[in-house]
């Protein structure tokens, strides 16, 4: 579970601690959501097993990465 949780919490953090700089919350949502798809594509390589939280688990990380590609695509250049 920490494997998972901490790197979106890690990922909150700076969209909560520094709305400023909202170029560290899009990296940190990318990781995130990369991590995520890696995770569970492993474990399907490694265990392959199905169960029917993975999809959905895959497809929560590909909406995490999309909606930080279209945050990023949002801000302005500097």
Do not use: K
């Not at 953090?13 to 560290?24: D, E, G, I, K, T």
């Amino acid at each position: 579970m920490g494997l998972v949780g901490i790197p979106h919490l890690l990922a909150a953090l700076p969209v909560v601690a520094l709305p400023r700089n909202p170029r560290l919350g899009v990296l940190a949502g990318m990781l995130a959501g990369v991590s995520l798809l890696v995770w569970i594509s492993i474990q399907w390589a490694v265990l392959q097993v199905f169960f029917f939280l993975q999809p959905v688990i895959f497809v929560i990380g590909v909406i995490e990465l999309s909606l930080s590609l279209w945050w990023r695509s949002r801000l302005p250049d500097v």
